[in-house]
């Protein structure tokens, strides 16, 4: 299986503030990189997809990039409706894998 | 709209099968390029990806659960079916139900039914 290290596990920061949350591939996975942002109760949504691509009615300040087998998430300006649990997901393999989270708080 | 919803029994004993059921309404289970997939989270927020079974009827599992875990479909109720067999504490999660489009990303998901494996 490819294994998607994600970091950090945890973090918490001040509305407006730059975040960057990243994942590392275990393999090259190319752009088969998605991220989902999960809040309490609710199931996951599609944030990026294809590694940079913005899905359907996200904000702009929410944007992807790759490096290699890095990805980062980086939400440009948090705001208050940010916080939660934040996941990257590979669609290269027919296994797919997600990576452990990161759950992000307002400080 | 595409609607995702699953059912489910709550509890189940361990060394039983779990059963998990996910309707779709407004969008055939059948219609090409569309997989239905199987994922659980477990607390301390580990998501894992189980299955899928397809437009076309093929199915795929996570090799982890292969000896385990069977899915299967209802195309006239337009619903699809999780049966995940031997189960013990470790299975105890929240089962969900979502949607991808070939060569795309689970774009549409139930909103999670919580299982407890307990005696």
């Known amino acids: 299986d490819i294994q998607m290290t994600q970091s950090p596990a945890s973090l918490s920061a001040s509305l407006e503030e730059i975040v960057t949350i990243t994942c590392q591939a275990s393999q090259d996975i190319g752009n088969w990189l998605a991220w989902y942002q999960q809040k309490p109760g609710k199931s996951p949504q599609l944030l990026i997809y294809?590694?940079?691509s913005l899905a359907d009615g996200v904000p702009s300040r929410f944007s992807g990039s790759r490096s290699g087998t890095q990805y980062s998430l980086k939400i440009s300006r948090l705001q208050v409706e940010d916080p939660g649990i934040y996941y990257c997901?590979?669609?290269?393999?027919?296994?797919?894998?997600f990576g452990g989270g990161t759950k992000l708080e307002l400080k | 709209q595409v609607n995702l919803q699953e059912s489910g029994p709550g509890i189940v004993k361990p060394s039983q099968p779990l059963s998990v059921t996910c309707s779709v309404t407004g969008y055939s289970i059948t219609t090409s390029y569309y997989y239905w997939n199987w994922i659980r989270k477990f607390s301390g927020n580990k998501l894992e990806w189980m299955g899928y079974i397809s437009y076309d009827s093929s199915i795929y599992y996570n090799p982890s659960l292969k000896s385990r875990i069977s899915i299967t479909r209802d195309t006239s109720k337009n619903q699809f079916f999780l049966q995940l067999n031997t189960v013990t504490t470790e299975d105890t999660a929240v089962y969900y139900c979502a949607r991808h489009l070939q060569l795309g990303y689970f774009d549409y998901w139930g909103q999670g039914v919580m299982v407890t494996v307990s005696s």
């Open positions: 294809g590694a940079t």
């Open positions: 997901l590979q669609g290269y393999s027919a296994t797919w894998t």
